[in-house]
């Protein structure tokens, strides 16, 4: 059973066009998250979700807007993509805020 | 081996010798630390954590150390194995909400 599940694995699309990544969770936690990891490794946290309800919202382009239908999915939507969107996205859960974070695999994320 | 975190992002070891991973975490009033693990194509794993009132937590194979007088935060792998290879990341509870993850050290294990 894979506890954080996020589709696609990999996406591959142009540059300007809007795409979206999905998460599921089946742990029954509270939060959910999404980090981008850039080629370096680095770890940077985007959002936060608590029972739906959004608690951070870091810096990050407004073309990049989640949703959360409620609180097992956290989507992501991004728009016009650019080439520096060009990343690793992650979805994560944990059962409350600031507690360890179970993660999914990772979408890979290719502008050309 | 032993890496020094930001400065040394790599880290090789032999087989079976004892690895130590090194962090330096940034907010003193940070209360809550985790080592997280992530092989090749796959997410983060949670591999150990540790609360600021201790100095050191143990596990299986792999001890989290932490010195708060000089925030920094080390994890050692005894009896390293080639599935040990990996990039290891440490996190700090930086306020009620979040988690902010350290930049990463990647480990080889030479055979």
């Known amino acids: 059973d894979t506890a954080v599940s996020q589709t696609p694995k990999y996406l591959v699309t142009q540059m300007g066009n809007d795409k979206s990544i999905k998460c599921e969770q089946n742990l029954g936690h509270d939060t959910m998250y999404w980090y981008k990891q850039d080629s370096k490794k680095f770890l940077k946290i985007m959002f936060s979700?608590?029972?739906?309800?959004?608690?951070i919202n870091e810096t990050v382009p407004n073309r990049f807007s989640p949703k959360s239908p409620d609180k097992a999915h956290l989507n992501l939507h991004i728009n016009s993509l650019e080439l520096g969107d060009s990343a690793v996205y992650f979805c994560?859960?944990?059962?409350?805020?600031?507690?360890?974070?179970?993660f999914g695999d990772g979408t890979r994320l290719s502008i050309l | 081996g032993e890496s020094v975190g930001l400065h040394l992002p790599t880290l090789s070891v032999q087989e079976g010798d004892n690895s130590i991973i090194n962090c330096a975490y940034s907010?003193?009033?940070?209360?809550?630390f985790i080592w997280y693990k992530q092989e090749s194509g796959k997410g983060p794993q949670f591999i150990i954590d540790?609360?600021?009132?201790?100095d050191k937590r143990q596990g299986q194979r792999v001890t989290v150390l932490l010195n708060k007088t000089v925030k920094h935060l080390s994890l050692q792998i005894a009896a390293t194995q080639p599935g040990d290879s990996a990039v290891y990341f440490c996190a700090e509870k930086t306020s009620a909400r979040q988690l902010t993850f350290g930049s990463g050290t990647q480990l080889t294990v030479l055979p």
């Open positions: 540790i609360r600021s009132n201790m």
């Open positions: 907010n003193s009033a940070s209360d809550y």
């Open positions: 994560a859960s944990s059962q409350g805020a600031g507690q360890p974070q179970h």
């Open positions: 979700y608590n029972n739906k309800e959004l608690i």
